[in-house]
């Protein structure tokens, strides 16, 4: 008996426990920037909720699971930095609720943790990460290269994009007359990485040209260069379109005249059916038999 009694009153202590932390310190809210580009100042945000009978016990913030920030009010010194290469706080509030860093690094992406936790006797904890990546943006756009002045109807369209320097890797995407490009035209992309950290993006396009690639005059081809939400560049090349003899015939016939046109030139090719003689002759004929005698002094 006594020990089911020692086991129902551990149970109701721990449901306690459990309800009191629950109700007593909730984590609001974390913000942490998925993209940062580098050299700039990232801002950290984590917002919390006490209960009228709670205290503040701390406040830490971790990268990769290492603690680089602390804010303890009771203690002799409530904020403290740790060392940690490529995280450093340029600033933060009183409550260490908001930290900026300083200008982001390559090493600054990575995982970040806010912990904040409650005084005795239970010390409530809460915590939540997120995720940071540092943008090395590229500093040109993409450049197209393998395209012709002129292409033919049935010729092979075999260009390639390669996109700047970058961290992470530039998204590439082809688009034919301002269309996305068909997956069976697109090879499969290929990265380079440099000895710095960063990385080269080359994507080809091939397909024949088709007379459905013409309906508008010219052939544009265009790459267009993203990194999420923070890099958006496109390069486009028009190239010239020579058809051929029956291809360029057949166009003019359907395009090139109007129905007034078409008209006058069947009006024509019936005249020259029935081998009628010039204009100028019929009118030199009217002439001598209306004038006989003047003709025939001359």
């Known amino acids: 008996m006594a020990s089911g009694h020692v086991r129902a ?27 940062v580009p580098l050299g700039t100042r990232p801002s950290l945000s984590c917002r919390w ?37 490529g995280v450093d706080v340029e600033q933060s509030t009183p409550n260490a609720s908001n930290v900026t860093l300083y200008p982001a690094v390559l090493e600054t992406g990575g ?7 409650g005084e005795r ?16 943006l590229p500093s040109t756009g993409p450049v197209i290269t393998g395209s012709r002045l002129r292409y033919q109807i049935g010729d092979r369209v075999q260009v390639n ?63 267009l260069a993203t990194i ?9 090349e028009s190239v010239q379109g020579e058809r051929s003899k029956g291809y360029s015939r057949s166009k003019e016939s359907l395009e090139g005249a109007s129905r007034a046109d078409r008209v006058q030139a069947a009006s024509k090719s019936g005249y020259r059916g029935h081998n009628m003689p010039p204009l100028p002759v019929i009118l030199l004929l009217a002439l001598v038999l209306h004038f006989p005698t003047r003709f025939y002094k001359m």
């Open 111 to 117: 995982r970040y943790r806010c912990e904040v936790s």
């Open 49 to 85: 909720r006490l209960s009228p009978t709670d205290i503040l016990y701390s406040v830490k913030w971790y990268k990769d699971g290492k603690e680089f920030f602390r804010h303890v009010p009771r203690d002799v010194e409530p904020r403290r930095k740790f060392l940690l290469p």
């Open 9 to 35: 009153f551990i149970s109701i202590v721990m449901l306690l426990c459990k309800e009191y932390t629950v109700t007593s310190l909730e984590l609001l809210e974390l913000r942490v920037p998925t993209h």
């Open 161 to 223: 994009c390669t996109s700047g320097r970058s961290r992470p890797a530039t998204r590439l995407s082809w688009y034919i007359n301002g269309e996305p490009a068909p997956l069976s035209s697109v090879l499969e992309p290929e990265l380079y990485k440099h000895e710095d950290g960063l990385e080269t993006t080359s994507l080809v396009l091939d397909f024949k040209a088709k007379p459905k690639h013409f309906r508008k005059g010219d052939l544009k081809l265009k790459c």
């Open 121 to 136: 006797p239970l010390f409530p904890t809460v915590s939540d990460h997120a995720d940071m990546i540092v943008v090395a």
């Open 228 to 236: 999420a939400t923070v890099y958006w560049r496109s390069n486009e």
